[in-house]
């Protein structure tokens, strides 16, 4: 296992590097092609592998991606690096090890694959909101029995995933009239003050009992320190449990208006991705993990989650589990590494799964 991840990982795939990707993309394929499968590119990037897979039947539906957070040169920096316990290097937790642990998995089968067979879906860009696999993977799974996404569990835990939070991103523009400051202050209409005034009342949209949060991450403008400021823009992070709550807090963000009514408001974005709410199909898949782990010897938790993962889409559509690559943590994050002593017994738990679900 090690092997194939050094493998991956020396092959740095941030999302915006299509042929990156691909090189990654050519590695698993060939596992796929070695273990006799059908393979297939769809458009945008996105590789389908069949495994015993067959026309007109519900399949098991398997979710991964090999795009990463990290840009090239990442490696110089932030090395592949082992103690006793831990790996450390990007992109192995969030979830090159992930892969690893399918394709350990799948070796297991000596080629021969359950009924209806396994469908493993590989995504190029699920760290940027999954703008071309999105389609693919809502289409993969309306003809799935059950979806399992090889996200690793959660961070320095066991735990699997069995709910995510919806997230949204959305970009206010703000243009207003520039003007001299010590001049003419009045004829000018600050940009800036509307979006200080947006910040506040639109951050005062959350409802964290209810799982809503709403963070501005980022924002510019103005152009000189005595010039009255006619541009500024944020960008706005929202995270909601429900539908209703997004839908809420969508109202609130295109009905807010400035102060001052010279500013112009331009929103832009949306919810990106869709609460998975945590449903029972989803809780007897967790229940059948607790019981091939407690057999396997380690107690199995799940949680639900703030983050969102292509399992999203995929949770109105069929019973889904999330979750199942490796232990570890610091997705993200310079600290990111996998759990060697505890990776194997979560591929044998992904094994189990794939032999009895
Ligand atoms: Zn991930």
Redesign the pocket.
């Given at each position: 296992m090690l092997q194939d991840l050094k493998t991956l990982v020396d092959i740095e795939s941030p999302s915006t590097d299509l042929a990156a990707i691909s090189r990654v993309m050519n590695v698993v394929e060939g596992w796929a092609r070695d273990l006799g499968a059908e393979t297939r590119a769809l458009p945008g990037g996105t590789r389908e592998m069949n495994f015993g897979v067959q026309d007109g039947q519900k399949y098991l539906l398997v979710l991964a991606?090999v795009d990463t957070v990290w840009p090239h040169g990442t490696l110089k920096h932030m090395p592949w690096r082992e103690d006793a316990e831990r790996l450390y290097g990007p992109g192995t937790y969030?979830?090159k090890a992930g892969i690893v642990g399918v394709f350990h998995a799948l070796r297991s089968f000596g080629k021969v694959w359950p009924a209806g067979g396994i469908k493993l879906l590989v995504s190029p860009d699920?760290?940027i909101g999954s703008p071309t696999s999105r389609g693919h993977i809502e289409q993969a799974a309306r003809q799935a029995r059950v979806v399992l996404v090889v996200?690793?569990p959660v961070a320095d835990s066991h735990n699997l995933k069995t709910g995510r939070k919806g997230t949204g991103q959305y970009t206010l523009t703000f243009t207003g009239i520039a003007s001299h400051a010590g001049n003419k202050p009045a004829e000018g209409a600050s940009a800036i003050t509307a979006a200080a005034e947006a910040v506040l009342a639109l951050q005062a949209l959350a409802r964290p009992e209810a799982g809503t949060t709403i963070s501005v991450g980022k924002i510019a403008g103005g152009t000189a320190t005595n010039v009255v400021p006619a541009e500024c823009f944020f960008d706005m992070d929202v995270r909601v449990s429900t539908l209703s709550e997004a839908e809420r807090v969508d109202k609130g963000v295109h009905g807010w208006k400035p102060g001052d009514s010279r500013v112009k408001v331009k929103v832009q974005g949306g919810l990106n991705r869709p609460p998975f709410e945590q449903t029972p199909g989803t809780l007897a898949l967790y229940e059948k993990a607790r019981a091939i782990a407690a057999d396997l010897g380690f107690e199995l938790g799940h949680e639900v989650v703030g983050g969102g993962?292509d399992g999203n889409f995929t949770a109105p559509l069929a019973p889904t589990l999330d979750g199942l690559g490796s232990p570890g943590d610091g997705?993200h994050a310079s600290h990111e590494h996998v759990r060697l002593d505890r990776w194997p017994a979560h591929v044998q738990l992904l094994t189990r799964l794939l032999q009895e679900v």
């Open positions: 991606h969030d979830m699920e760290e996200e690793p993962s997705a």
